[in-house]
């Protein structure tokens, strides 16, 4: 089969693959708008002030749903070749491996504009509610900021390696992807996270009463009843950041390898 790369060929790859999911993806817009106003509506009928909390209410929301929404989707991604049955079919379709592996991929990337509209379009008649009651003069709500201060960053790029870790365990996985992704998602998290990072605090800073920070980024303690926040700065600071940027195209590139294996 040629490999050659032919945009032209990708972009029939997409119209086919739109062709037979599209339903499915407009029922999902469909339950996830509906979500979203289940969350947010109860409070835009009980909200009559203007107050700073409902950003940040808004925001853990975000991350939340999200997460959970794009480990779902991603887990899906790679559904085609889950079995023989299905798996043959699309493998022998007249197209190169990574014009195939795009397509699932672009429909990820895709999915987060989709989101973000999705709740925007919710949070938006969650406001105009919300706005409507507000006395004259006081502030109005506007669309929560996703770059604005109510947002962790680490927040931000949890989000984004939730998808590419949940699309490896797609290819990885033929059956419940999304569970056992999950659970190795978690086991990783917690270990790396929690135990090594609650292990390396210690050993550094002995004697110390540690609070939660951003993991290997910060540390904070109290010492002669002050706080205290240490951070990473340098070149420390600058590993830190290299690996975890490096770590969202390695996982997309694991997936691809994983992929070209499932083919031959």
Same mark, same amino acid.
């Given at each position: 089969m040629n490999q050659?790369?032919?945009?032209n060929? &990708?972009?029939?790859? /997409?119209k086919l693959h739109l062709h037979e999911h599209l339903k499915s993806y407009l029922l999902g817009?469909?339950?996830?708008?509906?979500v979203w106003l289940l969350m947010l509506l109860p409070s835009a009928t009980k909200v009559d002030i203007f107050h700073e909390s409902i950003y940040r209410n808004h925001a853990m929301l975000f991350g939340f749903i999200f997460g959970g929404a794009g480990a779902w989707f991603a887990s899906e991604s790679f559904r085609m070749v889950s079995t023989p049955v299905r798996g043959i079919p699309f493998l022998t379709?007249?197209?190169?491996?990574?014009?195939?592996? &795009?397509?699932?991929? /672009?429909?990820l990337l895709v999915f987060i504009p989709v989101f973000m509209g999705v709740f925007y379009?919710?949070?938006g008649i969650c406001f105009s509610i919300i706005n409507a009651r507000l006395p004259q003069?006081?502030?109005?709500y506007e669309l929560l900021n996703l770059l604005g201060p109510h947002i962790d960053p680490s927040m931000r790029y949890l989000t984004l390696i939730t998808l590419a870790f949940f699309l490896v365990g797609s290819i990885y996985f033929p059956k419940l992807p999304f569970v056992k992704t999950g659970v190795i998602a978690f086991t990783l998290f917690f270990l790396v996270t929690i135990v090594l990072n609650e292990f390396l605090?210690?050993?550094l800073l002995p004697g110390h009463e540690m609070y939660s920070g951003t993991p290997f980024r910060d540390a904070r303690f109290i010492q002669n009843r002050r706080f205290y926040r240490l951070e990473l700065e340098g070149n420390p600071d600058l590993i830190i950041k290299t690996i975890l940027m490096l770590a969202i195209p390695a996982l997309l590139y694991i997936a691809y390898i994983r992929f070209k294996e499932k083919e031959l």
């Amino acid at each position: 089969m040629n490999q050659t790369f032919s945009i032209n060929r &990708l972009g029939l790859l /997409l119209k086919l693959h739109l062709h037979e999911h599209l339903k499915s993806y407009l029922l999902g817009m469909g339950v996830l708008f509906g979500v979203w106003l289940l969350m947010l509506l109860p409070s835009a009928t009980k909200v009559d002030i203007f107050h700073e909390s409902i950003y940040r209410n808004h925001a853990m929301l975000f991350g939340f749903i999200f997460g959970g929404a794009g480990a779902w989707f991603a887990s899906e991604s790679f559904r085609m070749v889950s079995t023989p049955v299905r798996g043959i079919p699309f493998l022998t379709l007249p197209a190169s491996q990574l014009e195939k592996f &795009l397509v699932a991929f /672009l429909m990820l990337l895709v999915f987060i504009p989709v989101f973000m509209g999705v709740f925007y379009t919710a949070e938006g008649i969650c406001f105009s509610i919300i706005n409507a009651r507000l006395p004259q003069g006081s502030p109005r709500y506007e669309l929560l900021n996703l770059l604005g201060p109510h947002i962790d960053p680490s927040m931000r790029y949890l989000t984004l390696i939730t998808l590419a870790f949940f699309l490896v365990g797609s290819i990885y996985f033929p059956k419940l992807p999304f569970v056992k992704t999950g659970v190795i998602a978690f086991t990783l998290f917690f270990l790396v996270t929690i135990v090594l990072n609650e292990f390396l605090l210690r050993h550094l800073l002995p004697g110390h009463e540690m609070y939660s920070g951003t993991p290997f980024r910060d540390a904070r303690f109290i010492q002669n009843r002050r706080f205290y926040r240490l951070e990473l700065e340098g070149n420390p600071d600058l590993i830190i950041k290299t690996i975890l940027m490096l770590a969202i195209p390695a996982l997309l590139y694991i997936a691809y390898i994983r992929f070209k294996e499932k083919e031959l």
